[in-house]
């Protein structure tokens, strides 16, 4: 805002969107003329927050990070959105805003977690980084990397999964993705070698979970750290309205709240 | 939900995600080897809602319709979360949560109420539908829809705009969009009927706004109609991403906090 | 807002809160000198709605009601509170804003509907209204309610209730401490009456519930009909801080979330 | 929870509520019996979340503090919740929801950070903690925390305002009145003795401000430091129904918009 001196109200700049009677703007292009059917939606999604036209490989690999971290089915979230709903049906913006409030630190928040971590550490060695082809190079960053967070007894992020406990299904297929379009950067390089080295350091051998790699593909592809955990909220809201349609069908919200409320048990309170 | 007779715990079904040890399947698919990288995002979020794979036409109408609706500026929403995040920048869900709620009967809404409307109306005429060219079919059914509308005092959603007041620029494009992908179906004809006969009725020549034939291509792929809205709110959660990375490079969420406290007169209440 | 005709920022008035280097003022009193330490909880939340002090009386209906309202243990908004603190547990106002956001038609707006229902039936009676002691007269104008809506296929909202179907034990409780001070007006006096003569009409008794009397009692302190909602909010948003303590001291909804997630079955989608 | 070898449903423990047919039970009391009536808003979610009976002077203390948090004009939050009205005006939960989802770190967080800050000394210090009279004592206490803070770069909660530079009105009125009611614990004594000592450390004398006076109040009650935000959002949920109830009568919302979005000024994005 630039508050003018002569006492006028504040002009408020902005690349996204603006519009006059006959046309809108955004990012600088016609909506109508220039976007609307020539501009996929992950690509508009990505242009967005970047402000800068995505080429195609960017595309690909965001959008198969959206698909990855669309649905895990009966999540804390995807419950949080069907017993709103139940209780609420003349809202589902908050339904929907109820299942993205649990995008946070502990279900949704490893890939904002992994990408923040592993940018830390490049960010710490810049200028320093190994080539690409160095594997050898990014062990030995990834064991340093590691070490420090176990000294500091922080977890690192991206590690292990409480169901897929041997391998992630999603974590292969999401680094060929981003080989085979040419934006396997720093992060995933670091994240790879982090899932070759952590046995050394924490004595046992965890996967690399699809959230973890998510984020780290995020990270290559420029999209600021504070604000990762945002397109697993993207990539969830689809979840959710799926969530919500197939709870519009065939409902079982009423079963969830029954399940747990017919089988409450009172207890004394401690303090009585 | 089934609840066995022998007390053991429900089950609860589902078409969307599950997972074992080793797989995560998603709408029957194995999310790692048939979905991620070959699946855009657009035609995964039209998927998990119908739960029938879509086909590359109906995505292309999906997708610009998640376009034409993803940002429109400096709107309510958009300051929601911008506000939002002023205040409480440790959560990115907040921010984006609160934006969202704005997305109910009046700034997002036309997009649900249109197609609703259009549905309502072609529900009640079902059997008796215009063919697809009866232009003169089409437009007898918008007028007698436009005329029972305007007896109950109802307005006809998807009518006019405060600041595309003659023509929105959107319509058009959409409209030719739906129509080059073979899906510009009964909705989007009545509504197009509806752009032609209102002045008949109401007296004055109202454009067919954005919003409105977003609804009615909505409806026209056969999305549910009590969900139209949470399109619109996929869209939308696009934009608050992009105006959430705009806040964190160059916040002005502050300077519209100011402007309106700096210039708070207080009035005596009217009950003292 | 007045937008001043030279161009100057617009200025907004407000009898809440202002303040400047020294003072803090409220309602048009000095929040430290006048309103801190001797001003409840409950009364300010009551003058901060009518911008009028209210007197003791009213205080302890409306207090009496937010008390009858705070918590009905393991509801979905409940539940939902719970689950987005398990996911999210970094954001304590997203857990509060998703269990308020269940606050909707279903499970808290019996509360609203129920005042908006007798104040439609009052002002349609306007100036022909019973006395307050003509008990006859009130079931005349309840019969003819009743009668009215049942025409309409509509539910006479405050009848009934999923648990207590004899008698709901808040009822009477509230009934006689709206009396006791002066409140019972004419909502409270017409959904008595309601209770006495629906049986002649829908063919059974169904008890006056306790979100029903509420909404009555809310009325009759002359409280917004459209914001009626918001207080069965605001006394639940005091039980979700139970949940939440409870919550942090002994979590279940982990188990919550796995009695449903491991009793997920997968069945083939409708559309495939 | 229990899991039951048998396989059957989990129980699920609880001290809030529950109910049958004819009763309603909170905190092991019945609800129209016992609660409705004779308990105080205030003394119920105070004894929600401890769940132990306050004694009155706790509740006159917990009510000073809601009373000093619960409005301060048009602050983001409060801007949040007009805006989703505006634009949402079905949904009073998603408007009531989007405010409180900007009590996080910075506008509304001070209370619950500065508790903590305090909980953290005294804890660190268990058990060698200076007498209530033994002034000198506490300022040996805080000369060290608030150079422990400095030395790691961390702000001291607590202090400084940015309108109430040299004084915050709310802070002698609120250690007033835990001292009358016997309530002055460790917390506020420690914050007291931060604002005596700390321009020794920071080189300049700070106000304490209201909020963390707060903060250090609710922490003397024996409240969940984990949770104490959750009271300043409880408050502040008393004030939003304010800026509601006045949006209503004399709606501001739209203008606010159209300050923003009239002197929107497009500027090209960086990545172009």
């Known amino acids: 805002m630039q508050h003018p ?3 006028q109200p504040p002009q408020y700049p902005t690349s996204l969107g603006t519009s006059d009677a ?3 703007t955004l990012l600088g292009h016609d909506l109508a003329g220039e976007l609307i059917g020539r501009t996929g939606f992950g690509e508009l999604a990505l242009w967005l927050v970047t402000q800068r036209r995505p080429e195609p490989g960017e595309v690909r690999v965001f959008e198969a990070v959206l698909v990855a971290l ?3 089915g009966f999540t804390p979230t995807a419950l949080a959105t069907r017993l709103t709903y139940l209780s609420a049906p003349d809202s589902v913006q908050g339904a929907l805003a109820a299942g993205l409030l649990g995008g ?3 279900f949704l928040g490893v890939t904002e977690d992994c990408g923040a971590f592993l940018h830390e550490a490049l960010t710490a060695h810049e200028g320093r980084l190994p080539g690409d082809t160095d594997d050898a190079g ?8 590691v070490r420090a967070a176990r000294a500091e ?4 992020p991206g590690l292990g999964h409480p169901v897929h406990k041997i391998r992630d299904p999603r974590t292969p297929v999401l680094l060929a993705i981003a080989e085979e379009n040419g934006h396997k950067g720093p992060h995933l390089r670091l994240f790879e070698a982090v899932g070759r080295v952590h046995p050394q350091v924490l004595g046992r051998a965890l996967p690399l979970n699809g959230a973890g790699v998510c984020g780290a593909a995020l990270a290559d592809l420029g999209l600021p750290i504070g604000l990762l955990r ?5 990539a969830r809201t689809a979840g959710l309205l799926g969530h919500l349609a197939e709870e519009q069908r065939a409902p079982l919200g009423m079963d969830v709240y029954l399940s747990v409320d017919r089988n409450a048990r009172y207890v004394a309170p401690p303090g009585d």
Chains 1, 2, 3, 4 share one sequence.
Do not use: C, M, Y
Not at 153 to 156: G, H, I, P, S
């Open 70 to 72: 669309a649905d895990h």
């Open 230 to 234: 945002g397109f697993a909220l993207l």
């Open 22 to 24: 006959d046309t809108i």
């Open 104 to 106: 946070g630190s502990r």
């Open 138 to 145: 990014w062990d030995r960053l990834a064991l340093e990397t």
């Open 153 to 156: 007894r922080r977890l690192v």
């Open 5 to 7: 001196a002569n006492g």
